[in-house]
């Protein structure tokens, strides 16, 4: 009778504690604290990081810094500031802290006093990298290639600004891109010193951009040891719209009269140049074939004394993101897409040796410290949002170092990521997420959301996405699959490569062989109930959906193409189209036209949500407009969220709210 006494009042604590908890809304994720850049002091002891919140009403957000000791102690804000602050570096040699204000460099104490304004630049201060002796640094900013000087840019701006007629002449592609027209001015790196308050263009009179416009990072430019050199990456193609030939750039800052040279020598994309701690060497990321943006990234090492280029990992079958040297100079670490993990991985560079050093979650933004024994990281997973660990070689186990979402994650109930696989096209293996709703019952059927993901090359992972968030969509009482088909990274290069010229074969019996996997095992699917969504190519995939299956009860089509020969005239990058269809569409019209879903349109019955927004460049809005048009005229239940205020993403956030809500609405219009 006892024993029965303690069950019940176990069950009824244990349900309390469940009742105590809810689905994740869509105002919880925009409550989130977004932990974003760190960096880590000279001693070892303090972490500094950037925290942005966000204020539903006043429809913006607001970025911070914050910063804890390395033993997860005293965590505290840097500084009180009204407008945001980013970028927080520790200045080497020196207590202080720098981060970029209003556009401008800025140092202060650790405890946010005696805050100082360290560059007075019209045109502003771009991403910073410190020399190591703390007096010089690296910095971009837009400007007037023509100019040499700060009056002349403001001078020019003053010119446009005031110009009549406001008509404005091309002559040359790359007009506009991403999400912005691209006008008259470029990025250019500058040398800046303290001691002389001077500070000099690098890249003076340029008409190429450093970092490249595409493709490129504020990892591309760095400063050797002893602050004599710089590394940099840099574009010079003749034609920009067509072109992924970013080359690694090195510059002799002691001699005035030296050029940049070259070192890198692959006709793909070279990236992320980084100096070895003892100066011998710099590695970079380089792709091998021109025109293909996602080609495996392999790390190549340059010794700067016999000007030899060895590629380190060219007998791996993984494609490196962030590198970072080890204090030795012994060991590269980098970041690396691994099933659906991002995971850090150490590679000796003498005897090439190659250790998976992490291998779950997603994992970013790597720091080493002075010893060489722990670093710090960034990671996230499908139910935690971005936080900081650490993680020491000895012990080989993360230990979570932040906890800026304890308390509103405490109230959230979520499921973590399962996986399953299947046989795709011709035999080969494919991987898909599940994550069932929260407070998910045996026994009962739920509806099922399957999402494609974008790029084509990219991949579903464990994280925690800001806007298509595997927990929110599961939020509302679904279960979610979210495949990696043919295309997705971190599969081998081969399964990432065979989409090209492909894009509607092999990945799209991938993505069904998925579906009537998942609906045909797992008994809790309500196969009478199932909805696809997708952006970017996964917007192209919905679109390609609608003309082949009736599997679904509703589609949502995000910012995805519909016609590729017209997308190929209005998109920016050439290079995309041209490398995925096989050339523009006059000389490769076969592979145009067999995959472009506007040709299958008489197919079209399936109900479709279409969302566009007008500052998407490189998908642009004309194809919504043919899209809806489409099924409009072929009498489809169709509806279109467009965003006149938004570009590829939906970033604000009361439009995420309305986004987040039409999708949801429009699912459930269409369940049955």
């Known amino acids: 009778m006892k024993k029965a006494f303690f069950v019940i009042l176990a069950f009824l604590i244990s349900m309390q504690i469940f009742a105590q908890k809810h689905p994740l809304t869509i105002e919880n994720l925009w409550q989130m604290k977004r932990v974003g850049n760190v960096d880590l002091s000279n001693d070892n002891e303090i972490l500094a990081f950037t925290v942005t919140t966000f204020n539903m009403e006043k429809n913006k957000g607001k970025t911070e810094i914050w910063l804890i000791n390395t033993d997860g102690s005293n965590l505290k804000k840097f500084g009180e500031f009204e407008k945001s602050v980013s970028q927080p570096k520790f200045i080497p040699n020196s207590n202080k802290l720098s981060y970029i204000s209003e556009g401008q460099l800025w140092s202060a104490e650790i405890d946010g006093s005696n805050q100082q304004r360290l560059t007075d630049v019209y045109s502003g201060v771009g991403e910073v990298v410190w020399a190591k002796d703390g007096t010089k640094f690296l910095f971009t900013s837009s400007v007037y290639p023509d100019c040499e000087t700060q009056d002349c840019n403001k001078a020019k701006d003053e010119e446009l600004k005031n110009r009549i007629p406001t008509g404005e002449i091309f002559t040359e592609l790359m007009y506009r891109h991403w999400d912005s027209w691209r006008g008259p001015k470029r990025s250019h790196l500058f040398f800046y010193n ?341 952006a970017s190519y996964g917007g192209y995939m919905i679109n390609w959906i609608e003309g082949h299956t009736d599997r679904f009860n509703a589609l949502v089509s995000h910012n995805g193409s519909f016609n590729l020969e017209s997308m190929y005239g209005t998109t920016e990058e050439l290079w995309f189209p041209e490398w995925e269809f096989g050339g523009p569409y006059w000389d490769s019209s076969e592979i145009y036209e067999k995959f472009s879903p506007h040709k299958f349109v008489k197919n079209f019955k399936t109900p479709m949500l279409i969302v566009h927004s007008a500052f998407d460049f490189r998908l642009s809005e004309s194809q919504a407009f043919e899209l809806f048009t489409a099924l409009q005229k072929m009498g489809v239940k169709s509806k279109f969220l467009y965003f006149p205020d938004e570009t590829h993403f939906v970033t604000k956030p009361q439009n995420a709210k309305m986004w987040w809500n039409t999708i949801f609405d429009w699912f459930e219009e269409n369940r049955k």
């Open 194 to 534: 303290l001691k002389s308050n001077e500070f000099i263009d690098l890249t003076n009179k340029s008409i190429y951009d450093v970092p490249p416009i595409a493709l490129g990072s504020a990892n591309d430019y760095s400063i050797s040891p002893d602050g004599n050199e710089v590394a940099f990456t840099m574009n010079t193609s003749d034609f920009l719209a067509s072109s992924t030939d970013n080359d690694v750039f090195t510059l002799n800052l002691i001699d005035k009269n030296t050029k940049p040279k070259k070192i890198s020598t692959s006709k793909g994309n070279d990236n992320q140049p980084v100096y070895s701690p003892d100066g011998k060497y710099i590695a970079f990321c380089s792709m091998q074939r021109e025109g293909f943006e996602a080609d495996k990234q392999s790390i190549v090492v340059y010794n700067r004394t016999t000007g030899e280029l060895i590629n380190k990992t060219a007998d791996l079958n993984i494609s490196a993101g962030q590198i970072v040297w080890s204090p030795c100079s012994k060991y590269v670490y980098y970041t690396a897409n691994n099933k659906v993990y991002n995971s850090i991985y150490r590679i000796n560079i003498e005897t090439l040796n190659n250790d998976l050093v992490l291998e779950y979650g997603d994992n970013s933004n790597l720091i080493i410290n002075n010893d060489g024994d722990k670093f710090y990281f960034i990671l996230q997973k499908s139910n935690l949002p971005n936080e900081i660990f650490k993680y020491e070689l000895d012990i080989r186990t993360p230990k979570q170092i932040t906890f800026m979402n304890k308390d509103l994650l405490s109230e959230i109930e979520m499921n973590d990521i399962e996986t399953f696989w299947c046989d795709g096209a011709e035999g080969a293996k494919v991987q898909s997420i599940l994550v069932k709703p929260p407070f998910f019952e045996k026994g009962k059927k739920y509806p099922m959301i399957f999402l494609i993901h974008g790029g084509p090359q990219g991949h579903w992972s464990d994280d925690f996405h800001y806007r298509w968030n595997l927990q929110l969509f599961a939020s509302r009482g679904y279960v979610v699959v979210a495949p990696n088909p043919r295309g997705s990274t971190g599969y081998g290069q081969k399964f990432c490569d065979e989409i090209s010229k492909d894009w509607g074969g092999k990945v799209y019996v991938d993505l069904m062989s998925a579906y009537d996997y998942a609906v045909n095992n797992f008994d809790y699917i309500d196969k009478n109930n199932t909805f696809a969504a997708g």
